[in-house]
């Protein structure tokens, strides 16, 4: 069990024509690293999101809930948004067969299907509300505020189904709610009503929340090793302790990153892993990296990469042309799969035909690899900056390890652009609007600056 990481394709030397980070610019960043590292690790107490994976009473916590509902449910319904939603939808797509919600139950294990409402949309909800039986579903309400609009939505409209479907009672055997310990609305109902509630630590904020009960409740649930998923994390935390650059990976992920940014112009980061089960992790890893690290310095400076999630191979017939001669403003992170459980075999037919019959005696996976590293090559031929990540296999230990290499990836980059990787301010105004428009009790002074906006100018509209 293993991850690696070759980043050859970042420096200058093996990019062509003086391109590429420097042994000098590497080295020079290994004392800011070091400061980074001792910054982020001094924190254990208050960043939850580092001792998660070793948080065994918090694992039981996530176990006893999916023990004492073994069997009973057909369905997992999951409301939530951002933190809340994306880990377990990456957990979900990694780890269970591919098209998980429409095998049989027999071909799922006994264990349910795993549904997530990670938006607000009349139509998804309709849809998903119109197809589940109720009576046969777990609903898990996950908020860390627990009081964020589009999950409360959620919540109101799916207990109201719920309660029509089996009776107001009877509703709250379906529900747990996933929340802070001690504070905001879902926690109330909890103990107003005695309603089954799961915590997720005070100090582990949503997009670091995923092996907290946020991913490992609904993991469990559906059948996912969640210990085996916790040790691959564990692993990287621990290994993480070195505050050595050249032996700390989610260290050097972070300092190529943020050195091709400001050093080399590069602010767009692709995450593009070379297997459909890991689309999800890089949409994951998206909001992560840019919730964290798009922000103002205390310097009133914006700072902050963009990530942009692509998939291999699908990506080479899309995105990749604007990778190769697209401006120099990016670079390429791959994940690369060494072993895959089934390799696919290429049956040889058409032997007489150049465009098929090379392909006869090969495999998928050995195809799927060959156009990651052919791709990466290509990259570095033409100067274009790239890295890859290797899992051995994709399985639940190599995914908490990505996970939490990531998660510490970002908490780094956070000190090296000199932001708060923890809070999200930017996303506060619209947050408020939205109450105005709603008419939420409190908002009055941001009702008060909406309507003071500039109105739309008819010269710019059709
Ligand atoms: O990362 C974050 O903090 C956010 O993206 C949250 O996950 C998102 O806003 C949902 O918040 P909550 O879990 O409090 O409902």
């Not at 998980?100 to 998804?124: C, F, I, K, M, S």
């Not at 990287?236 to 992920?253: C, E, I, M, Y």
């Not at 390890?401 to 506060?428: H, I, R, S």
Request: include cysteine.
């Amino acid at each position: 069990m293993a991850l690696s990481f070759d980043f050859s394709n970042m420096m200058a030397g093996t990019l062509p024509n003086g391109t590429g980070i420097t042994e000098a610019q590497w080295l020079g960043a290994a004392e800011r690293f070091a400061a980074a590292h001792a910054a982020v690790h001094a924190r254990t107490g208050d960043l939850g999101f580092l001792t998660l994976a070793t948080n065994e009473a918090l694992l039981e916590s996530s176990l006893a809930v999916a023990a004492k509902v073994k069997g009973k449910f057909d369905d997992v319904l999951l409301l939530g948004i951002g933190g809340s939603a994306l880990g377990p939808i990456a957990l979900r797509t990694a780890l269970c067969p591919p098209r998980w919600n429409e095998l049989t139950p027999a071909q799922r294990g006994g264990n349910p299907r795993l549904h997530v409402l990670d938006n607000v949309d009349p139509a998804t909800i309709g849809a998903t509300l119109a197809r589940l039986d109720l009576s046969r579903t777990l609903v898990l309400v996950v908020s860390k505020s627990g009081g964020t609009v589009e999950t409360m939505a959620q919540y109101l409209i799916v207990r109201e189904a719920l309660a029509q479907a089996v009776g107001e009672d009877q509703a709250k055997q379906h529900l747990v709610l996933v929340t802070d310990p001690k504070v905001g609305a879902l926690r109330r109902i909890a103990n107003d009503e005695g309603i089954p509630a799961v915590e997720i630590p005070a100090n582990v904020g949503g997009r670091f929340s995923v092996l907290s009960p946020v991913g490992i409740l609904p993991a469990a649930l559906i059948g996912i090793d969640v210990r085996a998923l916790l040790a691959g994390a564990a692993h990287v935390t621990s290994q993480a302790q070195n505050a050595d650059l050249a032996k700390n990976l989610p260290g050097a992920f972070a300092v190529l990153q943020w050195l091709a940014d400001r050093e080399h112009g590069r602010p767009i980061q692709v995450l593009m892993p070379y297997a459909d089960a890991l689309r999800d992790l890089a949409l994951w890893f998206v909001q992560l990296w840019a919730e964290s690290l798009g922000k103002i310095t205390p310097q009133g400076t914006s700072v902050g990469p963009t990530p942009l999630p692509a998939l291999g191979a699908t990506d080479q017939h899309s995105q990749v042309q604007l990778f190769m001669e697209g401006p120099q403003d990016k670079t390429v992170t791959f994940i690369a799969v060494k072993g895959r459980e089934h390799e696919g075999r290429i049956p040889a037919r058409h032997g007489d035909i150049p465009e098929l019959g090379y392909l006869g005696g090969h495999s998928l996976g050995e195809l799927i690899d060959i156009e990651q590293r052919a791709t990466a090559g290509a990259l570095a031929a033409r100067g274009r900056f790239n890295a890859t990540l290797s899992v051995d296999t994709v399985d639940a230990w190599h995914l908490g390890a990505l996970m939490q290499l990531f998660a510490l990836a970002t908490a780094y980059a956070g000190e090296l652009y000199g932001v708060n990787a923890f809070d999200q301010p930017g996303v506060e105004l619209g947050k408020q609007f939205a109450y105005a428009m709603l008419g939420r009790a409190g908002s009055e002074q941001a009702r008060a600056e909406w309507d003071a906006l500039p109105k739309p100018d008819p010269r710019w509209a059709m």
